[in-house]
């Protein structure tokens, strides 16, 4: 089976890479090298990357049409997993352009791909933002999520309403997985864990929004692949018990499913922050400011549906995890 991975030099991208290459998987990996963040980072991942056989890269932006078919037709893709996204909620505030150009466009792009290349199964990148006024815990995907409080979100739940427009018209199977808080080695910079890691090792101060009164499912790399993973031979089906007048938002009459990638294990900001000051051995300088714009208070995700349908069941701790991605740091950026 021939895999193509969008947003291949990504952090989720890399390590699903690494997971099903060793699964005998032929890949095929996209990635524009954009400098939202240190592109420095994302060449290393690629460099690593290039150590496996059975591994083809292009540089290739995704709202480019004719170099996006060209590959398309050059490897006769079977699956595609599309993780390339404008990432970051507080990024959209200032570059709204570039997630419209990025999660809208490029995501049509995939679609059409999709459709004319008779793909069997896309896998596809959604978020648990999507879930955002909501207040009801822990996030079911039955809910409605018609309430955005960013733009980031809002693209990304027209991805979902894209994919299923796409599962109805052209009968493709598609699957949209929301991620709750990912973190781990080679993660994103501008993630918080990340630049708290950062700033602590340089003996700056972190910034702590809403007073450290913030709660997030977060989720370790490793356990999000697994669930990836299970998924890939497992396209969804139109469900035959789907009703029009008591429409479950998760599932459709159309071969379409959506679905919460998580820890179902939510953590305290300032829990989260001790574990990163203990692995670190230093104690973090603290500056508490109120609640950003774009975000939301707490993140918890009703995971049942991946785990009935496939068996997902995380089993990374904060503890172990925080752990493994402060020895990957301190390792990376060479902190003694």
């Known amino acids: 089976m021939n895999v193509l991975i969008t947003g291949a030099i990504g952090f989720i991208g890399m390590h699903v890479i690494k997971k099903i290459i060793k699964e005998q998987y032929k ?3 996209i990635d524009n090298l954009n400098d939202y963040y240190d592109v420095q980072l994302k060449k290393d991942r690629l ?3 290039n150590t496996y056989g059975n591994f083809t890269f292009y540089e290739e932006d995704l709202a480019d049409r004719e170099a996006l078919n060209h590959c398309f037709e050059k490897e006769n893709i079977d699956i595609v997993i599309n993780l390339a996204a404008q990432a970051g909620v507080r990024y959209s505030l200032e570059n709204p352009h570039a997630y419209v150009d990025s999660n809208v466009v490029g995501f049509v792009n995939i679609l059409e791909a999709c459709r004319h290349h008779k793909v069997k199964h896309l896998i596809y990148a959604s978020s648990s933002s999507v879930y955002g006024a909501n207040v009801k815990m822990p996030f079911s995907t039955s809910d409605e999520v018609n309430h955005p409080v960013s733009l980031y979100a ?5 991805n979902e309403l894209m994919a299923h427009t796409y599962s109805h018209l052209y009968n493709i199977p598609t699957t949209g997985l929301r991620f709750f808080t990912v973190y781990g080695p080679w993660g994103r910079p501008d993630m918080a864990y990340f630049s708290f890691t950062k700033n602590i090792v340089e003996g700056k101060t972190i910034k702590v929004f809403n007073n450290g009164e913030m709660m997030r499912d977060f989720t370790y790399i490793d356990d999000i692949v697994d669930g990836i993973v299970r998924l890939l031979d497992k396209p969804p089906k139109a469900d035959p018990n789907w009703n029009r007048e008591e429409p479950n938002a998760s599932s459709s009459y159309a071969p379409y499913k959506v679905y919460n990638i998580g ?3 939510p953590v305290k900001l300032m829990d989260f922050i001790e574990t990163l000051e203990k692995h670190l051995g230093i104690e973090a300088k603290k500056e508490f400011l109120p609640m950003q714009p774009g975000d939301v208070k ?3 995700a009703d995971i049942d549906e991946l785990q009935n349908d496939t ?26």
Request: proline share 2%.
């Open 263 to 265: 820890n179902n294990q």
């Open 311 to 336: 068996g997902f069941k995380p089993s990374t701790t904060i503890d172990e995890g925080l752990k493994k991605f402060v020895e990957w740091y301190k390792d990376y950026y060479n902190v003694k």
């Open 154 to 158: 809002a693209t990304k739940k027209s």
């Open 27 to 29: 890949v095929i990996g």
């Open 298 to 300: 707490a993140t918890y």
């Open 47 to 49: 460099k690593e990357l």
